[in-house]
């Protein structure tokens, strides 16, 4: 982080030209004898505290002050001479307001999100940027724009994280020379129009009812094989049929009927069919449980 600095007041050097002459030498020696002639009410003006969580970036004279910013802690300036600003190094949060995006289907749609930064180099941040925040912030909702724009629909509804990770890389590549830090970027809510969601919500319904459908379809299937499997079962043991005509009849006075008729068992008539006796209609034989 040192070195960053170092290479910043390097670069303010270079950039204006010069370096500092002597009219700034004498400005900032009339300031300190001024400072030790009024010791130690002077300490009143010349010392700062900046809190654990900021920096303060120092200007002498209009030059960035070599050695990077100072905290956290106590820090000195001179009076008439420096002027300072503090950074907050603490993670932001901003609210990335609604914005209106047409999709690669050509959809139009309204998403908004959030977008969590810190400043990572304080020196950076106010001598490479106007106002870091609202730069940010801006660049922000373009890159939201830029990003969506190029993605379908579904894709913005069933694949947020990947948005969310592109947009952060995105943003984190343009405000590296910013010193500013994207940590996070969280695709909140998508908002589409009333008739695309009554259309996709009957098209839910319909894909749902197909799917009811196909499964009714399969239980049938697989209840008449198992049918299948007990009828061949039963025709294997005539006294599986005999069992099976108990349970009925037990199924059906726990019903609470009055009358239960119940046919004449079939092994009889085919006993009678075999005899080659004339047939007679099995009469039905009603009994009345007490």
């Known amino acids: 982080m040192e070195e960053i600095n170092c290479s910043a007041s390097r670069l303010a050097d270079k950039a204006t030209g ?21 010791f130690p009410l002077s300490l009143i003006c010349t010392i700062k505290v900046v809190q654990e969580y900021e920096r303060a970036v120092i200007f002498r004279l209009g030059r960035l002050l070599k050695g990077g910013a100072r905290g956290p802690g106590i820090f000195f300036v001179i009076p008439c ?4 600003t503090k950074v907050d190094m603490r993670t932001l949060t901003f609210d990335v307001p609604p914005q209106e995006i047409l999709t690669k289907d050509s959809v139009t749609v309204h998403v ?34 830029n990003v969506l724009g190029t993605k379908n629909l579904g894709d913005i509804l069933s694949d947020r994280e990947s948005i969310a990770h592109d947009m952060q890389v995105s943003l984190d590549e343009a405000t590296d020379p910013w010193g500013v830090q994207v ?9 589409l129009p009333q008739n695309l969601q009554r259309a996709m919500a009957a098209e839910a319904e319909a894909a749902r009812e197909a799917r009811a459908k196909v499964i009714a379809a399969e239980g049938e299937h697989k209840a008449s094989r198992a049918l299948r499997h007990a009828a061949d079962v039963i025709n294997e043991s005539p ?13 059906i006075s726990a ?21 080659k006796e004339s047939v007679v209609p099995p009469t039905p034989v009603a009994i009345t449980p007490h």
């Open 255 to 275: 019903e609470k009927n009055s009358t239960i008729i119940f046919p004449v068992p079939v092994d009889i008539i085919s006993l009678i069919l075999n005899r």
């Open 239 to 251: 006294a599986a049929m005999q069992l099976r005509y108990l349970q009925t009849l037990n199924n």
């Open 112 to 145: 908004d999100a959030i977008m969590y930064y810190k400043v990572s180099n304080a020196t950076s941040c106010i001598a490479n940027v106007d106002d870091y925040g609202k730069s940010t912030r801006l660049l922000a909702a373009t890159t939201l724009r």
């Open 183 to 191: 940590e996070r970027v969280e695709v909140k809510d998508v908002r």
């Open 18 to 38: 010069e370096a500092p002459g002597v009219c700034s030498f004498l400005i900032t020696a009339i300031s300190i004898f001024m400072i030790l002639l009024t």
């Open 81 to 84: 001479v420096d002027s300072y």
